[in-house]
């Protein structure tokens, strides 16, 4: 069976550097983005290099529509979906709940739990035998803050990340027995933008001592983790969440 992966947010961090390893491991991507074009067609540059199909697909994850539009487009150009990463993800400022606007958590909550939920149900359409799929892996990004609550940084980020967990768990059980393996990896500190993106460009510099291993994680250990779950070597894993946080 040809290995098809679509990677949400797969032009940069953590979704570009699983994107390069799942090419590396004979996976044909979809390289999901927002809006940083140039990054998203870089990453799919080196997934040809290495001898794959790439499609860069502009598509805001929280978008019922362009999801839609983005699964089927893969469906035409490169075939059935067997493995979706959902990793597109955002965090805002630093800010205590008292102060949060409606529209900040609109924007945190439809990114990174509505979008899962689109992104994973068109996937379990094209994967689950009960619609006559043949299989596949989903591979939700959690975050150590589901466990951690993030006070007065992002109690919203958290909290979205929580919904994560327990959807990486329902959503697993749901379908284990149709072929289709559901399971999370929960990251700690990851060298990567999304800290500048909050507004905190020095986040990684300043937490580094607090995390046991002295070091935060780079996207590219992330990503072995998120491509073993994806693999046939994982078979027996659903519903797992694995940490990734240099024992935070
Ligand atoms: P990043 O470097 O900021 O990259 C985020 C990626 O998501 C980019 O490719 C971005 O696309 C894309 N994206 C953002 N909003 C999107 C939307 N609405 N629709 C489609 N794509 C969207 O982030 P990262 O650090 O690699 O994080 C990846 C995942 O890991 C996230 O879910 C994050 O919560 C989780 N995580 C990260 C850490 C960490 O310390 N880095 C820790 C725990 C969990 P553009 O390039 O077009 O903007």
Not at 151 to 162: I, R
Not at 178 to 207: C, F, M, Q, W, Y
Request: proline share 4%; aromatic share 4%; hydrophobic share 45%.
């Amino acid at each position: 069976m040809t290995k098809i992966a679509i990677i949400t947010g797969g032009s940069r961090g953590i979704g570009a550097a699983t994107a390069r390893l799942a090419a590396a491991a004979g996976y044909d991507i979809c390289v999901n983005y927002a809006g940083d074009e140039a990054a998203a067609h870089k990453v799919a540059g080196d997934i040809e290099k290495l001898g794959r199909r790439a499609m860069p697909f502009q598509a805001d994850v929280g978008d019922e529509a362009a999801v839609k539009a983005m699964f089927e487009e893969v469906d035409r150009e490169f075939g059935p979906v067997t493995a979706l990463v959902n990793n597109a993800g955002i965090v805002d400022l630093p800010q205590p709940v008292a102060e949060m606007t409606a529209a900040r958590l609109q924007q945190m909550f439809a990114t990174n739990i509505l979008g899962c939920f689109l992104c994973a149900r068109e996937a379990v359409l094209r994967m689950s035998t009960r619609y006559g799929g043949s299989g596949g892996a989903i591979v939700n990004l959690s975050s150590v803050a589901a466990v951690l609550g993030s006070p007065g940084q992002y109690v919203d980020y958290a909290a979205s990340k929580g919904a994560i967990d327990a959807m990486t768990i329902g959503l697993a059980r749901e379908v284990a027995n149709e072929g289709v393996r559901v399971n999370a990896v929960r990251p700690g500190i990851i060298d990567t933008d999304i800290h500048a993106s909050g507004g905190v460009p020095d986040r990684v510099a300043k937490l580094k001592d607090t995390i046991p291993m002295k070091r935060p994680g780079s996207a590219e250990e992330v990503a072995e983790t998120i491509v073993w779950l994806m693999s046939d070597k994982a078979s027996y894993c659903a519903g797992a969440i694995i940490d990734v946080t240099g024992g935070r």
